[in-house]
């Protein structure tokens, strides 16, 4: 398993058919893996994935890779477990040495209120089949002895939830894999083609136009990532999604071992170590909604300076890298994933800055959709008819980032 995917990896590429059974836009993690388990648990493996620049150029290969299910509502919580779950059997099943590690999470509390929040996030995770409970402040030092309790003296760390199954892994091995294993199968994976519009028999999608030309399918799945907006508009569809930019870095190697993943709502950040000994950090969405990749000083500065106050060691170490992905942002926090109402056209959507962790979970999914013509019961909440229904599933576990 610890062999470089390098040396053992093998990915065969096709000349675009004029007409596959399934298209999906967007080979990140979410349309590699829907391909990868359409062609493992179904056998439908007549399937192009059409990516415009390379695989994993999206966000699935800029995130933070944190993995977990620690979410504050039920369906939330069933849902992501089951990615928990396929993550943790994914080397095994694909061969692939992803760079899965358990590393347990904390989540932090500075206020009486903030310590209800996770003694409730502990409640509903055990209910829903997580393992999060909650922590007093010796724990937390414990797990974590590279905490400043008192937060430098104005955000003391009173108490907090510890999800132990809460993980990483390494997030272009996630995509990689899932490449290799629908190609193996008999999946076309074709990099740097653009669909520019969609092809339509009256109400229904019947294909996909692309700077190579037009592609007739039985089955549109969008998977497009912080561009699905432009790609839903083409079907007439008007989606509930803003893109805003989310940035993140990572510093020089720090010499001591960092074992958990930590994070403060309050404070807004997170920070784990990475395989290489790299501190890594993450923080909010820039607030004004845009598709720039450009990444700026003042989240550097600010978010530093927040990660400082519970983490004082950082200050003797220096940013070496510094990137941004643009997150399709749901207004409820949640996903959306499945019919949109458009025959032949399906969306996986409203991944946010939370969508790494669910890539097994929701290509599991939109696979079973996209091969039975019926919508799971574990992704059937998370329809895009729920704002019409008003049934959004606002999801306070799910802001903070990761
Ligand atoms: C800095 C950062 C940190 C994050 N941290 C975490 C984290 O710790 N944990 C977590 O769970 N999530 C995290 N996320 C969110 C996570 O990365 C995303 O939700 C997830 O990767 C989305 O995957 P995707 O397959 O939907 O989109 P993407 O990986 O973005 O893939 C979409 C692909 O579609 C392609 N595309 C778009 N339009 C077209 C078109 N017209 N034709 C062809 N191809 C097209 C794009 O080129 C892109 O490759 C983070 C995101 C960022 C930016």
Redesign the pocket.
């Known amino acids: 398993m610890n062999e470089f995917i390098e040396r053992k990896v093998q990915l065969t590429w096709h000349t675009p058919k004029r007409a596959y059974d399934v298209v999906i ?9 829907t391909a990868y388990y359409l062609a493992t648990r179904h056998g439908i493996t007549n399937v192009a994935v ?19 299910a620690n979410y504050g509502i039920p369906e939330a919580v069933r849902f992501y477990q089951r990615s928990v779950e396929l993550y943790q059997h994914l080397e095994q099943e694909t061969d692939r040495w992803i760079m899965h590690k358990a590393k347990g999470l904390l989540w932090l509390a500075h206020t009486e209120a903030a310590i209800r929040g996770e003694r409730a996030r502990a409640e509903v995770n055990t209910a829903f089949g997580a393992k999060t409970t909650y922590v007093d402040p010796q724990q937390i030092k414990e797990i974590c002895p590279q905490l400043d309790m008192t937060g430098a003296g104005v955000w003391p760390i009173v108490g907090g939830s510890y999800h132990a199954e809460g993980a ?1 892994a390494r ?1 272009d091995r996630v ?1 990689w894999a899932f490449a290799e294993g629908a190609m193996q199968r008999g999946v076309h994976v074709h990099q740097r ?4 519009g969609l092809l339509m028999e009256g109400d229904r999608v019947t294909g ?1 136009q ?1 700077d190579a030309g037009p592609i007739a399918a039985g089955i549109v799945l969008s ?6 907006t ?2 839903a508009a083409m079907a007439g569809l008007r989606l509930p999604i803003r893109t805003h ?4 870095y990572v510093t020089n190697h720090y010499a001591q071992q960092f074992d958990a993943i930590v994070a403060s709502t309050s404070l807004l950040f ?1 920070a784990s170590q990475t395989a290489r000994g790299e501190m890594l950090i ?1 923080a909010e969405i820039d607030r004004q909604p845009s598709y720039s990749y450009r990444s700026g000083h003042h989240l550097l500065q600010s978010c530093s300076h927040r990660a400082m106050t519970l983490l004082p060691f950082l200050r003797d170490l220096r940013v070496l890298r510094q ?6 942002m749901s207004p409820d926090y949640s996903p959306i994933m499945g019919k949109t109402g458009v025959d032949g056209f399906y969306i ?2 409203g ?9 097994p979970a ?1 290509g599991e999914q939109m696979a079973q959709l996209i091969a039975t013509g019926d919508t799971p019961e574990l992704i059937a909440p998370f329809g895009l008819d729920r704002f019409a229904k008003d049934r959004t599933l606002a999801d306070r576990g799910s802001s903070g ?2």
């Open positions: 836009v967007g080979g990140g993690g979410h349309g590699l893996a059409l990516e415009r620049s390379y695989i994993g150029g999206g966000n699935s290969g800029r995130n933070t890779t944190v993995i977990r990483t997030h995509v083609i653009a669909v520019t996909v692309t998977a497009a990532g912080g561009h699905v432009g790609l930019p989310l940035q993140a997170y993450g990137w941004t992905g643009v997150c399709d996986t959507t991944w946010g800055t939370w969508g790494f962790k669910a890539i929701s980032t990761h």
